[in-house]
């Protein structure tokens, strides 16, 4: 079975920066699957950060657009999220996530949100602080 572990995140104060990675296992390739990025703050729904497909097409939420960078490490089967200028609005769990079609495209990718993913890791927390 797919097995999603993220790292990385940790304490960092307005304007900061910080690479999450999420390590994908159990034979699942992550450059053939649609994979996102969420992030859920206390008291709030779960949301889409990121979304990026099997030829590295990104789509990101408008709170983060210039500020955060999806990149895939295919021989490692490790995704990133590249985060700098940090807000406190940014605190939150982030999580990975996978969707379990294979060789979709954006298509696909772009219209799937929290349901749409089969495969999520346990998160790994960022606070920023004012």
């Known amino acids: 079975q797919v097995h999603l572990e993220e790292s990385g995140g940790g304490s960092v104060q307005a304007g900061g920066s910080l690479t999450l990675s999420c390590v994908v296992d159990?034979?699942?390739?992550?450059?053939?699957?649609?994979m996102g990025w969420f992030r859920q703050a206390p008291g709030k729904e779960r949301e889409r950060v990121a979304v990026i497909d099997k030829d590295n097409n990104v789509i990101y939420s408008d709170l983060v657009k210039g500020r955060f960078t999806v990149s895939k490490d295919n021989a490692e089967n490790i995704l990133h999220l590249q985060m700098i200028d940090l807000k406190p609005e940014d605190t939150g769990m982030y999580y990975c996530?996978?969707?379990?079609?294979?060789?979709?495209?954006?298509?696909?990718?772009?219209?799937?949100?929290?349901?749409?993913?089969?495969?999520w890791g346990r998160g790994t927390q960022v606070t920023v602080a004012s």
């Open positions: 159990g034979y699942f390739y992550s450059r053939d699957h649609c």
């Open positions: 996530a996978a969707d379990a079609a294979r060789l979709a495209g954006m298509d696909r990718c772009a219209n799937l949100g929290l349901p749409g993913f089969a495969t």
